[in-house]
Every structure is written in C-alpha cells, then in structure tokens.
C-alpha cells in the first residue's frame, strides 16, 4: 500500500528534554571539578532507562500534511483522506482526527453560505467576517465531493 519513497505527514517533533541545570545559575565552571572524585559506595546500583517520550515532549509535527492538502485541491476528497490514513505511522494513527482540524468534511450549503456540522458554524469565507464563523482553509464540496479551499488569499 505504501511506497517507500513517499515521506510520512505527520511525526514527532524532536525536542532535546534535556533540564539545562547549569544555564540559570551559572556555576558549572566553579564546580565541575566537585563531580570529578566521586565515591564508588555512593553511586546507584542501577540506572533506569528513559522513555523516548520525554523526548519528544508529545509535540506532532503537521506541516506537511497541510503541504499535502495544499497540493491535492480539487481532488476527490475520499482519494485524498485514504492516502493520508495510508501515510500515516502506525504509532501516530491516535492523531488522525488533527486532519478536521484544517479541514471540514461534512460541510452543506444553507441560505448559499457553508455550513460546518461539525462545528455547528458557517464556514469563514472571506477574511473580514466575524468571530461566529469557524475558520478552517480547507472544505470538502457537498455537490462534487471535491477538497476545496476555504478562504482565497
């Protein structure tokens, strides 16, 4: 299903984790030659092992998958969420709802403006509407089935 050289659409962000001990006090170069003898008996017996998910600090990363949406306007919207399922990793798959996020699948047209039944809102189509609108930059069309742009820059 998946071919090896498409890239996934969303990761986690790497983050360092580290607790940077020394950068608020600045004494490391006063100290360090404390940690130097330091006395066997004293020492753990056994270190634990850390959880990768201190590492990433739970960030996700999806700018490329708003690239991807971008790129696939106009196509059928069924294609276009079947390959983002696909080229999602198996671990992230919790996040596969951050794709409503941006865009708004079950939209119908009420009194010619869009309406989001998911947010129970009209769609913000042009930028000087106000706060009772919902503000996402992609739509899929009722009539074609088609993804579409929400707000023309």
């Given at each position: 299903?998946?071919?090896?050289?498409?890239?996934?659409?969303?990761?986690?962000?790497?983050?360092?984790?580290?607790?940077r001990?020394?950068?608020?006090?600045?004494?490391?170069?006063?100290?360090?030659?404390?940690?130097?003898?330091?006395?066997?008996?004293?020492?753990?017996?056994?270190?634990?092992?850390?959880?990768?998910?201190?590492?990433?600090?739970?960030?996700?990363n999806?700018?490329?998958?708003?690239?991807?949406?971008?790129?696939?306007?106009?196509?059928?919207?069924?294609?276009?969420?079947?390959?983002?399922?696909?080229?999602?990793?198996?671990?992230?798959?919790?996040?596969?709802e951050?794709?409503?996020?941006?865009?708004?699948?079950?939209?119908?047209?009420?009194?010619?403006?869009?309406?989001?039944?998911?947010?129970?809102?009209?769609?913000?189509?042009?930028?000087?509407?106000?706060?009772?609108?919902?503000?996402?930059?992609?739509?899929?069309?009722?009539?074609?089935?088609?993804?579409?742009?929400?707000?023309?820059?």
């Amino acid at each position: 299903m998946r071919n090896d050289n498409k890239r996934w659409l969303i990761s986690r962000m790497k983050t360092s984790g580290s607790k940077r001990a020394y950068v608020g006090s600045f004494d490391y170069s006063d100290e360090r030659h404390l940690f130097k003898n330091v006395d066997l008996e004293t020492l753990p017996s056994h270190e634990a092992i850390k959880s990768s998910g201190k590492f990433y600090n739970g960030k996700i990363n999806y700018g490329l998958l708003v690239r991807f949406l971008r790129g696939h306007i106009g196509r059928d919207w069924n294609e276009v969420h079947q390959e983002i399922i696909s080229r999602i990793p198996t671990k992230l798959l919790d996040y596969k709802e951050m794709i409503y996020w941006f865009v708004a699948d079950q939209v119908e047209y009420l009194n010619g403006k869009a309406w989001d039944k998911r947010e129970q809102k009209f769609l913000r189509t042009e930028v000087a509407q106000s706060f009772e609108y919902v503000s996402k930059e992609f739509y899929v069309d009722p009539d074609t089935n088609t993804l579409k742009e929400s707000i023309s820059k």
